[in-house]
Nanobody, 113 residues
Framework: QVQLVESGGGLVQAGGSLRLSCTAS????????MGWYRQAPGKERELVAT???????NYADSVKGRFTIFRDYAKRMVVLQMNSLKPEDTGAYSC???????WGQGTQVTVSS
C-alpha cells in the first residue's frame, strides 16, 4: 500500500525550476514532520528540507534561499519548490513522513549544465 505519493521531477537546465509534490493520507499529513531527502549517484542520502506540523521549516545549507518547502492543506500535500537549480542538485528525491517512518518511491531530478 503506497502511503506517500510523489510527483514532479524531471530534467531541467541549470537556473531553472521544478516543483515536487508529496501527497499523504490525512492521518499521516497531520501528525508527521514531513521532509524531502535526496541521493546523488555514489553519495549518501542527505536532508534537503523538512516541515513540522507547526509549519516550522529546516533546510540544508546548500539549498537555502533557493528551495522552499510548504504544506498545501487542502490537498494534503507537501511541496518542494526548487528554483535556481544547479547541476549538483541532481539526484533521486524522496519524501518522508518522519514519525511514521514512511518513504515515498522517489522521483528523479536531473539538472543539466
Amino acid at each position: 500500500q503506497v502511503q506517500l505519493v510523489e510527483s514532479g521531477g524531471g530534467l531541467v537546465q541549470a537556473g531553472g525550476s521544478l516543483r515536487l509534490s508529496c501527497t499523504a493520507s490525512a492521518d499521516i499529513f497531520n501528525t508527521n514532520t514531513m521532509g524531502w531527502y535526496r541521493q546523488a549517484p555514489g553519495k549518501e542520502r542527505e536532508l534537503v528540507a523538512t516541515i513540522t506540523v507547526a509549519d516550522r521549516t529546516n533546510y540544508a545549507d546548500s539549498v537555502k534561499g533557493r528551495f522552499t518547502i510548504f504544506r498545501d492543506y487542502a490537498k494534503r500535500m507537501v511541496v518542494l519548490q526548487m528554483n535556481s537549480l544547479k547541476p549538483e542538485d541532481t539526484g533521486a528525491y524522496s519524501c518522508t513522513a518522519q514519525r511514521s517512518k514512511l518513504w515515498g518511491q522517489g522521483t528523479q531530478v536531473t539538472v543539466s549544465s
